[in-house]
């Protein structure tokens, strides 16, 4: 619905079609809202084209935190992976191929997310409707997403049903501080956490990393809130299936052997 403002899915469309003077013009305008070079949006841009293994070692989104061990990422395919689903995807156009994957990822998600503690609850998801899915997939990615508006389409749809204070906002406001307070209130449960976690002695994260993450985190960084909470998750996660004798932990000493001839 144009909530992310990425312009690159729209941006491949228009080097897709040759039509290259539109492509001029939207990426002036572009690289002006994100105070960046046009030169690398382009770049940004054209390697969203290349093939996975290829985009993977130069998208930024691609790239694997810095407390996943090199090994770890390397034999699970980390980067790739992080692209989105593969697929046979049967899209010409390269922006509707991306909000496919989005669509496929948030579908995930979604049918994955833990069930309600009441049994009668049902959950839906307006945006997932067949229906609006189509109908977004087939109108052109300009009506969704331009330069400096969020949600274009939504806020000009609802023009004269909101308020315009609703509509004008730059942000509806995120659960980051709630998460940060969070951590802060259980500082150190988190730090007897990962002491010694099983992630580290499983070669799933580097400990000492992982450790200026959080703190990084608790002192109001947010860059990296998401894969610090999976990497929470995780590691909660595996201490319960540890406790219930469901994996068994490797000798601590061929772990370090195994990420030493990792490193070197």
Same mark, same amino acid.
């Given at each position: 619905?144009?909530?992310? =403002?990425?312009?690159?899915?729209?941006? *491949?469309?228009?080097?897709?079609?040759? /039509?290259?003077?539109?492509?001029?013009?939207?990426?002036?305008?572009?690289?002006?809202?994100?105070?960046?070079?046009?030169?690398?949006?382009?770049?940004?841009?054209?390697?969203?084209?290349?093939?996975?293994?290829?985009?993977?070692?130069?998208?930024?989104?691609?790239?694997?935190?810095?407390?996943?061990?090199?090994h770890f990422a390397r034999?699970? &395919?980390?980067?790739?992976?992080?692209?989105?689903?593969?697929?046979?995807?049967?899209?010409?156009?390269?922006?509707?191929? *991306?909000? *496919?994957?989005?669509?496929?990822?948030?579908?995930?998600?979604?049918?994955?997310?833990? =069930?309600?503690?009441?049994?009668?609850?049902?959950?839906?998801? @307006?945006?997932?409707?067949?229906?609006?899915?189509?109908? +977004?997939?087939?109108?052109?990615?300009?009506?969704?997403?331009? @330069?400096?508006?969020?949600?274009?389409?939504?806020?000009?749809?609802?023009?004269?049903?909101?308020?315009?204070?609703?509509?004008?906002?730059?942000?509806?406001?995120?659960s980051a501080r709630l998460?940060?307070?969070?951590?802060?209130?259980?500082?150190?449960?988190?730090? &007897?956490?990962?002491?010694? =976690?099983?992630?580290? /002695?499983?070669?799933?994260?580097?400990?000492?990393?992982?450790?200026?993450?959080?703190?990084?985190?608790?002192?109001?960084?947010? &860059?990296?809130?998401?894969? +610090?909470?999976?990497?929470?998750?995780?590691?909660?996660?595996?201490?319960?299936?540890?406790?219930?004798?469901?994996? /068994?932990? =490797?000798?601590?000493?061929?772990?370090?052997?195994?990420?030493?001839?990792?490193? *070197?």
């Open positions: 619905m144009g909530g992310l =403002p990425d312009p690159r899915p729209q941006l *491949a469309d228009l080097f897709v079609q040759l /039509r290259f003077h539109q492509l001029a013009k939207e990426l002036i305008a572009w690289s002006l809202v994100q105070r960046r070079p046009w030169l690398h949006l382009l770049l940004d841009t054209l390697s969203g084209l290349l093939p996975d293994f290829l985009a993977a070692r130069i998208l930024q989104e691609a790239k694997v935190d810095p407390w996943i061990t090199p034999r699970h &395919h980390f980067g790739p992976r992080r692209l989105g689903p593969k697929g046979n995807l049967k899209f010409l156009l390269p922006g509707n191929r *991306a909000r *496919a994957r989005a669509l496929i990822l948030k579908s995930w998600e979604l049918t994955n997310t833990a =069930p309600g503690s009441v049994g009668c609850e049902e959950k839906r998801y @307006p945006y997932l409707d067949q229906s609006l899915v189509e109908f +977004v997939l087939a109108i052109p990615q300009s009506q969704l997403l331009r @330069p400096g508006e969020r949600r274009s389409l939504m806020r000009r749809a609802l023009a004269n049903i909101v308020p315009s204070e609703i509509l004008s906002r730059r942000s509806k406001g995120t998460q940060m307070v969070t951590l802060d209130a259980n500082w150190h449960e988190m730090q &007897h956490i990962f002491s010694n =976690p099983i992630g580290g /002695r499983l070669g799933i994260i580097n400990s000492e990393l992982f450790k200026e993450a959080l703190i990084a985190m608790k002192n109001g960084e947010q &860059h990296k809130m998401i894969p +610090v909470m999976k990497t929470i998750f995780l590691e909660l996660w595996l201490q319960e299936t540890v406790k219930r004798n469901l994996i /068994r932990l =490797p000798d601590e000493a061929l772990v370090h052997r195994s990420q030493a001839v990792s490193v *070197a």
